[in-house]
């Protein structure tokens, strides 16, 4: 069983609120990522991480950011929260570069997020 | 950059039947993931594809990967209940993974 972790699993709130989406894994994976996926839509690569100190931003525009000061631990944060904000976030892992299973992810639950 | 199709978008199938669901791109891949993901819930790995025209088989799943390693298929047979969700194909894009549209499959008792 995938041990990546994500909190809060629900979120309602209100219009230009700071919030951050906890996400931790303890299977000491290099390599985290997280995702946004609207109701019944493909997933979309905000901002991934290669380790340590390493952020990227993904394909899909985001005004959230991220840091990554722990291999295990990988927030993701919303300066000031807006309804088009609203929409699941998942967060994953995987092993290092070489390792053989390195492109398998493993997500957490998620977090539903909803911004009134 | 590369693109990924999957096809059908959506996959209405009567217990007990077989379908497949494909997914191209317009670049040669290094390898293929697929994930399925079940209603409510989140993504989870299935399989891994690698060499030109590999065959990889997991109960009534039959996952294989083109010979010219741009397109792959995931084929179920004898559709059950416990087939329903979405079926992602995974690209590997200079060890950044894109995840195709998704085939949405309903089963009909």
């Known amino acids: 069983e995938a041990d990546i972790y994500q909190t809060p699993r629900y979120l309602v709130i209100g219009t230009g609120k700071k919030i951050t989406l906890e996400c931790s894994q303890t299977m000491g994976h290099d390599k985290m990522y997280w995702y946004q996926q609207d109701p019944g839509m493909e997933l979309h690569l905000i901002h991934y991480?290669?380790?340590?100190?390493?952020?990227e931003k993904g394909d899909l525009s985001s005004e959230s950011t991220v840091s990554r000061i722990r291999t295990e631990h990988f927030p993701l944060t919303l300066e000031s929260a807006r309804p088009s904000h609203t929409s699941q976030y998942l967060c994953?892992?995987?092993?290092?570069?070489?390792?053989?299973?390195?492109?398998?992810?493993?997500f957490g639950p998620g977090t539903r997020l909803t911004v009134l | 950059g590369q693109q990924v199709m999957q096809i059908p978008q959506y996959q209405h199938v009567q217990e007990g039947e077989d379908f497949t669901t494909y997914c191209n791109s317009s670049t040669t891949l290094s390898n293929i993931q697929w994930y399925k993901q079940r209603p409510g819930g989140h993504p989870v790995f299935l399989i891994q594809?690698?060499?030109?025209?590999e065959v990889k088989k997991q109960k009534r799943l039959t996952f294989q990967f083109g010979e010219a390693k741009k397109n792959s298929s995931l084929h179920i047979t004898a559709t059950q209940t416990t087939d329903v969700g979405t079926y992602f194909c995974v690209t590997d894009s200079w060890g950044k993974l894109q995840f195709g549209a998704g085939t949405q499959v309903v089963v009909t008792p």
């Open positions: 594809l690698v060499k030109s025209g």
């Open positions: 991480s290669y380790g340590v100190n390493s952020t």
């Open positions: 994953a892992s995987s092993a290092g570069f070489g390792d053989i299973h390195e492109n398998e992810q493993f």
